[in-house]
């Protein structure tokens, strides 16, 4: 059972990729997966509750996180609030040394695990070391405030898109996810314009952002995270326009990190690159021998 009382440790780290992440045996991005979950004493627990097919999900990422070296992989089959509160779920959750959350539909998720005994899980296993991860929408569900529907497009316009709670895991941010290849900086800009204070953070398919304890990230992947940040913006037209109009705004500081440089989200400060934040997996290293046979 999950105890009442936990020693205090280091928090875990977050990976938020951007979806359709390689999934070969040198990608780097679930590579980083299984290493800063243990590597080879990695158990890592999948949910695929975002997606229609979440059995078939599953077994992709089984076949790969074991051809990685993980020593278990664990299928979390939640359909329902009531699987969410199942306690024999949320303590899975808890004893695992990482959790992923696989694409689909990221609405589902947080309306199926947001405020459940296994998202609570999460929380206290994550402040004591877990690492958590997600790609496409369950990178989204990383957040506080997440993306629930919107357009595309490179023109930001008044109420472009919707917002809903996210699992909270960080704090006031805005994952969007395909982030070139679907064309979102628009509806990215709009959210910014609309809610200075939340940094927004666009991220390319096969990207990832390593997020560690301290809050600086660093980017791995063969894309670039995408960062807006409105708290200098002078002036919009956000309070005058009607919606569906475009949106003016001075004063958007934008970031665009590829593989290598570095972040740091509570102060809004680039590191640069090759930053090493000091804590395990900051800098990548040379991977562990991989299991072909384990993904035939």
């Known amino acids: 059972m999950i105890p009442a009382e936990q020693v205090p440790a280091q928090r875990g780290h977050l990976i938020v990729i951007g979806g359709a992440e390689s999934k070969e045996l040198d990608g780097q991005i679930l590579t980083s997966v299984v290493d800063l979950a243990g590597g080879r004493d990695a158990r890592i627990t999948v949910i695929a509750t975002a997606s229609l097919n979440p059995l078939e999900r599953f077994e992709t990422y089984s076949r790969i996180f074991k051809g990685l070296g993980a020593r278990e992989v664990h299928f979390l089959d939640i359909e329902s609030r009531e699987?969410?509160?199942?306690?024999?779920?949320?303590?899975?959750v808890y004893q695992s040394t990482g959790v992923f959350m696989t694409g689909g539909d990221q609405s589902r998720l947080s309306s199926i695990l947001?405020?459940?005994e296994v998202a609570k899980?999460?929380?206290r296993a994550h402040k004591r070391g877990l690492l958590i991860a997600g790609t496409s929408a369950g990178a989204s569900a990383i957040s506080e405030h997440m993306i629930v529907e919107g357009g595309q497009g490179l023109h930001p316009r008044k109420h472009m898109l919707h917002l809903a709670p996210g699992l909270g895991l960080l704090r006031r941010v805005v994952l969007d996810q395909h982030f070139l290849q679907r064309?979102?900086?628009?509806?990215?800009?709009s959210i910014v314009a609309q809610n200075p204070f939340i940094l927004g953070i666009g991220v390319?398919?096969?990207?990832a952002m390593v997020i560690c304890p301290n809050y600086d990230f660093r980017v791995i992947g063969s894309g670039v995270v995408t960062i807006l940040d409105g708290r200098d913006i002078s002036h919009s037209n956000v309070t005058t326009a009607a919606a569906g109009d475009l949106l003016a705004m001075d004063g958007v500081k934008l970031h665009?990190?590829?593989l290598g440089f570095a972040f740091n989200i509570d102060s809004r400060v680039p590191l640069g690159a090759d930053w090493n934040c000091g804590c395990p997996g900051s800098v990548q290293t040379a991977p562990a021998p991989r299991s072909e046979e384990a993904l035939r």
């Open 83 to 92: 699987d969410a509160n199942n306690p024999v779920n949320a303590d899975l």
């Open 114 to 116: 947001g405020g459940s």
């Open 121 to 123: 899980a999460m929380h």
């Open 183 to 189: 064309q979102r900086i628009g509806r990215l800009l």
């Open 204 to 207: 390319d398919e096969d990207t």
């Open 256 to 258: 665009m990190l590829p």
